[in-house]
C-alpha cells in the first residue's frame, strides 16, 4: 500500500512531536521540581500563643487576733462566701485570762498603796528637813516624831557647847554632839534619796501593771469580738487552714478569700519576645472562656519573660488555665520573604533567586545564589534588611537538594514569567 504525501507529512511530524515531548520529558525528569514565591512589601504579624494560670488580683486574709482552738467549721475550700457570714467559730481559755486580769488588778492595788505610802514617808522627811526648829510651833504625826528627834539632837549640841564652854564638858563631847546631829540629817538625807528613787521604780511598775491590765482587757474584747470568724468581704474561700480542734497562736494565718472580679494571670513568653508590652490586649481562651486580657507587667527572668495579664471576670474561677494569643502587627514596612525559602550555612543566609535562560529544548529555569541579611521574623514571613533590591522569584520549596547555578523545572512560570 502507498502513502500519499499528506499522510506520510502527517505521520512524520507526528513522530517528530512525540520525539520533542519525550527529549523533553527525559530532559528535565532528573530536575529539582520547585515552586516559586516574590519578595513583597508589608508588615510583620508577630504571634505567640502560651499558657497560664489565673490568680485572684485581690484577696482578704484572717489571722487569729489571740491564741486559741478553731471549733465549729462552717465553710471549705472553694466555697462562695458573702460579707459577714460566719466562717467558723474559735475557742479560747477565758477563765485563765480573767483569773489573770484579777490578778493583775489585785497587784496594781497593792502597788499603788506601797507607793502611797512611801510617797508620805518621803513627804515626812522632807518637811522635818525644812522645818524651822527653832519655832515654838511643831509637826504632826511622822514628821513630827522626826522633827522630835532632829530637836534632841540639835539640844544635845547647845547643851555640849554650853558644858565646854564653861569647862564642864571636855572639847570632844562637844565635836560628838555635833558629829551625832550631823550624822542624823544625812541619814535622813540619805533616806529621802532612796525613797525617791524607790517611788521612780515603782511607779515605772504601776505604769507597766496597768499597760498588762489594758492588754489583757483587750485580749478579752477580742475573744468576745472573735468568737465568730466572719467574711471580711464577699468572695471566694481560697486557702483555708482552720481545722476544728486545731490551736493557733496569736498573729497566725486562719483563712484568705479572693474577692472582686479581678483576676490575675501569670505566663512565660521567650526572651527574646520584644513585641509583648505593658498596655497591649490579649486573647484569653479555655473550653468555658473567651476573653480579652490586658498586659500590666513584664518582668524579664533568667530564661524567659514572666507576663502578667489581668482579666475582669464574673464567671472566672481561681486556677484555670487559659491558652493565651499575644499578636501584634508592626507599624514599619519591610521587604518580606516566606521564612521557609531562607537557607542557612557557614557563609550565612540565603536565597536562591530563579532565572530565565534559553536552552537546547528552549526556555529553562536555573538557581543563582543571593546572599542575605535577615532582622525579625514572624510565624510566616521574615524581614530582608540588606540583599534583595529587586522582586524577581525565589525558590519557595523543592523536592530535591538545591545548588547554585543548577538547572530546575519550575511549577508556576506563568505567575514570574511571560510565555
Not at 46 to 51: A, F, G, K, R
Not at 224 to 236: D, M, Q, S, Y
Not at 252 to 259: E, M, P, R, Y
Not at 312 to 321: A, H, K, Q, R
Request: glycine fraction near 6%; aromatic fraction near 8%.
Amino acid at each position: 500500500m502507498k502513502l500519499n504525501k499528506k499522510t506520510a507529512g502527517a505521520l512524520i511530524f507526528t513522530l517528530l512531536c512525540l520525539l520533542l515531548f519525550f527529549s523533553r520529558t527525559i530532559y528535565t525528569y532528573n530536575m529539582p521540581i520547585i515552586t516559586g514565591a516574590r519578595p513583597g512589601r508589608g508588615s510583620l504579624s508577630q504571634l505567640e500563643i502560651v499558657t497560664g494560670i489565673a490568680r485572684w488580683a485581690e484577696t482578704e486574709a484572717i489571722y487569729a487576733a489571740a491564741a486559741g482552738a478553731v471549733g465549729r467549721v462552717f465553710v471549705r475550700e472553694g466555697d462562695k462566701v458573702e460579707e459577714g457570714q460566719v466562717l467558723f467559730e474559735m475557742d479560747f481559755d477565758v477563765a485563765a485570762v480573767e483569773r489573770r486580769y484579777a490578778e493583775i488588778a489585785n497587784n496594781i492595788r497593792r502597788l499603788e498603796a506601797d507607793i502611797q505610802s512611801t510617797r508620805s514617808r518621803l513627804n515626812n522627811i522632807r518637811e522635818a528637813l525644812v522645818f524651822d526648829h527653832e519655832q515654838a510651833a511643831s509637826l504632826s504625826g511622822q514628821a513630827g516624831l522626826i522633827s522630835l528627834e532632829i530637836n534632841r539632837a540639835n539640844l544635845a549640841v547647845r547643851n555640849a557647847q554650853i558644858s565646854y564652854e564653861q569647862g564642864f564638858q571636855s572639847r570632844n563631847d562637844f565635836i560628838n554632839a555635833q558629829n551625832n546631829l550631823l550624822a542624823l540629817l544625812l541619814r535622813y538625807e540619805a533616806e529621802a534619796e532612796d525613797l525617791e528613787h524607790s517611788l521612780i521604780l515603782k511607779q515605772i511598775d504601776l505604769a507597766n501593771l496597768r499597760l498588762s491590765r489594758d492588754t489583757v482587757a483587750e485580749l478579752l474584747m477580742d475573744f468576745r469580738n472573735n468568737a465568730e470568724i466572719k467574711a471580711p468581704a464577699a468572695g471566694t474561700i481560697l486557702k483555708l487552714s482552720a481545722e476544728r480542734g486545731m490551736f493557733f497562736p496569736e498573729h497566725a494565718f486562719l483563712v484568705s478569700i479572693g474577692v472582686g472580679h479581678e483576676f490575675i494571670v501569670e505566663c512565660n513568653i521567650s526572651l527574646d519576645n520584644n513585641f509583648v508590652n505593658p498596655g497591649d490586649i490579649c486573647d484569653l481562651s479555655n473550653a468555658n472562656h473567651m476573653l480579652k486580657g490586658t498586659v500590666w507587667r513584664v518582668r524579664p527572668e533568667q530564661n524567659n519573660k514572666t507576663v502578667s495579664i489581668t482579666i475582669i471576670s464574673e464567671e472566672v474561677n481561681d486556677g484555670e488555665t487559659f491558652e493565651i494569643t499575644f499578636e501584634k502587627n508592626s507599624t514599619a514596612s519591610f521587604t518580606l520573604v516566606p521564612s521557609v525559602a531562607i537557607n542557612r550555612d557557614n557563609d550565612g543566609h540565603f536565597v536562591y533567586q530563579i532565572k530565565r535562560r534559553r536552552g537546547i529544548m528552549g526556555d529553562e529555569y536555573y538557581l543563582e545564589r543571593l546572599n542575605i541579611f535577615i532582622g525579625d521574623s514572624d510565624h510566616q514571613n521574615t524581614s530582608v534588611v540588606r540583599g534583595i533590591t529587586f522582586f524577581d522569584p525565589i525558590v519557595l520549596t523543592t523536592n530535591k537538594v538545591l545548588s547554585s547555578g543548577i538547572t530546575v523545572s519550575l511549577r508556576n512560570p506563568e505567575d514570574f514569567f511571560e510565555n
